[in-house]
């Protein structure tokens, strides 16, 4: 009798996509004692995709693929390890993972990338190690990790008050379109809070009430009135140590955007579309006067992050 070799079982597997994100108002009030600045933001979640893969390992580990993947640490300086880190030590579990990273936002480019991944890795890990922590749960390590976590984890459209952690959830009808002109070079979070601290020494503590046409934008779902509410109190700075930005930025404004930013803390420059096909001309207008090293295009809001599959 012939015995028919069996196959090993597949390792257990989980898959989770968390999205980048777009500051559509970004206030900086002076810097705290802390070295924090407390801000007032709105976020969007824009479907530019961070994926991570959580499987069994003995130890923890962490692999990367995708654009400017050598650019990713894989210590244990990596946001989305350290994710996996707080998670084991909270819940009490010492298991290993191996998370492998699959980048689709842009590295260091002002939307929230690293965030994407922690939020994915969390999300990922307690469904690997089944730790029964509540979404609660989640959002509070969340703000542990980074400023920029829990929105990642939450997804959507929110206003972000304190160092942007604390979140309020806004309403948004419709979807709204974008076009990004991303740079390779990347920009210092860091160094650019540090600039707009040399240009406004005596900011303002940020008020949301300076946000209220932006919100009656986004309540309407009317894109026109949302471009002309768009604001990033950080684009001076960026363009102080970038000036090349003044180029996708001039360039999206002549191809007829409802409205540019810088994202975030840049370099990446946000273009808003009146539509899908415009948003899709905005893009062709970056490539075209080859303001950017890549071009992408999106829809907001979307969800953040979630378990797409998984495998036993």
Same mark, same amino acid.
């Given at each position: 009798?012939?015995?028919?070799?069996?196959?090993?079982?597949?390792?257990?597997?989980?898959?989770?996509?968390?999205?980048?994100?777009?500051?559509?108002?970004?206030?900086?009030?002076?810097?705290?004692?802390?070295?924090?600045?407390?801000?007032?933001?709105?976020?969007?979640?824009?479907?530019?995709?961070?994926?991570?893969?959580?499987?069994?390992?003995?130890?923890?580990?962490l692999t990367v693929s995708g654009p400017?993947?050598?650019?990713?640490?894989?210590?244990?300086?990596?946001?989305?390890?350290?994710?996996?880190?707080?998670?084991?030590?909270?819940?009490?579990?010492?298991?290993?993972?191996? *998370?492998?990273?699959?980048?689709?936002?842009?590295?260091?480019?002002?939307?929230?990338?690293?965030?994407?991944?922690?939020?994915?890795?969390?999300?990922?890990?307690?469904?690997?190690?089944?730790?029964?922590?509540?979404?609660?749960?989640?959002?509070?390590?969340?703000?542990? *990790?980074?400023?920029?976590?829990?929105?990642?984890?939450?997804?959507?459209?929110?206003?972000?008050?304190?160092?942007?952690?604390?979140?309020?959830?806004?309403?948004?009808?419709?979807?709204?379109?974008?076009?990004?002109?991303?740079?390779?070079?990347?920009?210092?979070?860091?160094?650019?809070?540090?600039?707009?601290?040399?240009?406004?020494?005596?900011?303002?503590?940020?008020?949301?009430?300076?946000?209220?046409?932006?919100?009656?934008? *986004?309540?309407?779902?009317?894109?026109?009135?949302?471009?002309?509410?768009?604001?990033?109190?950080?684009?001076?700075?960026?363009?102080?140590?970038?000036?090349?930005?003044?180029e996708p930025l001039a360039v999206a404004?002549?191809?007829?955007?409802?409205?540019?930013?810088?994202?975030?803390?840049?370099?990446?420059?946000?273009? *808003?579309?009146?539509?899908?096909?415009?948003?899709?001309?905005?893009?062709?207008?970056?490539?075209?006067?080859?303001?950017?090293?890549?071009?992408?295009?999106?829809?907001?809001?979307?969800?953040?992050?979630?378990?797409?599959?998984?495998?036993?």
């Amino acid at each position: 009798m012939t015995l028919t070799p069996v196959a090993p079982l597949p390792e257990r597997e989980v898959r989770v996509r968390a999205p980048g994100k777009v500051n559509l108002s970004l206030r900086v009030g002076p810097r705290e004692d802390d070295g924090y600045h407390a801000v007032s933001t709105v976020f969007q979640a824009v479907s530019v995709f961070e994926e991570v893969v959580a499987t069994a390992a003995d130890r923890r580990v962490l692999t990367v693929s995708g654009p400017q993947a050598e650019l990713v640490p894989t210590d244990d300086t990596n946001l989305a390890l350290r994710a996996a880190s707080l998670l084991a030590e909270r819940a009490g579990i010492d298991d290993g993972v191996h *998370l492998h990273l699959h980048k689709g936002v842009p590295v260091a480019g002002g939307m929230a990338g690293g965030s994407a991944d922690a939020a994915a890795a969390l999300v990922a890990c307690d469904a690997l190690w089944s730790t029964g922590l509540s979404r609660e749960d989640l959002l509070q390590l969340a703000a542990e *990790l980074g400023s920029d976590v829990p929105f990642s984890l939450a997804g959507h459209t929110a206003v972000g008050s304190g160092r942007g952690h604390l979140l309020t959830p806004a309403l948004s009808r419709g979807e709204f379109h974008w076009a990004f002109a991303v740079q390779d070079r990347g920009l210092s979070t860091a160094a650019v809070y540090a600039a707009f601290d040399e240009l406004h020494g005596s900011a303002l503590i940020p008020s949301q009430d300076d946000d209220v046409p932006l919100m009656q934008a *986004l309540r309407a779902g009317d894109p026109r009135a949302l471009g002309a509410a768009l604001h990033n109190d950080l684009q001076m700075a960026a363009l102080e140590l970038d000036p090349g930005l003044a180029e996708p930025l001039a360039v999206a404004q002549d191809a007829g955007a409802l409205g540019v930013v810088v994202s975030g803390s840049g370099p990446t420059v946000a273009a *808003l579309g009146r539509s899908r096909q415009h948003a899709l001309v905005l893009a062709a207008a970056f490539t075209a006067a080859g303001v950017a090293d890549r071009v992408l295009t999106a829809a907001g809001p979307v969800a953040g992050a979630r378990v797409i599959s998984t495998t036993d």
